[in-house]
């Protein structure tokens, strides 16, 4: 279950209440299998935002149930320029989230983190190919920036 929407929500377990401002709960199945040389297969019936499958080609349009399964393990954070094609505010996004996990509040805050919401990066963080919570880290770094100013 998430509370919020389902790119940028908490997960939240049964036994467990809502806060007065969660506005919606989302109930999605945990998707926990795993795939043999997942990535060696054609992926005829898998979803992928990249061309790493042939549905990207064979099914453009088809209806997918997808599910919390991130498909792989962490990788290390590669400047790709992906995720501005997602982001809808003229920021450079790499940067951004690489000052963030420098502990650089300085140059987070030139790079514009105090006009983005850790929602904004929803969207970046489902189609990001290296399974990087960009979320959380926003989420951190906005927490971080507002720590240092009320400390000064």
Known sequence: MVAGDVLS??????????????????????????????????????????RTFLSRWLRPNAAWALDTHVHGSRRAMVLTGLYDRFLPMNILTDYLVRAVLAHDTEEAVQLGILEVDP????????ACPSKTDLVGIIRAGLAEVEKERIGT
């Open 9 to 50: 929500g908490r997960a939240v377990a049964a036994d467990e209440s809502l806060h007065a401002s969660d506005t919606s709960l989302t109930v999605m199945s945990e998707g926990r299998e795993r795939h043999f040389l997942g990535w060696i297969t054609p992926g005829l019936t898998r979803f992928s935002h990249s």
């Open 119 to 126: 929602e904004d990066f929803g969207l970046c963080a489902f």
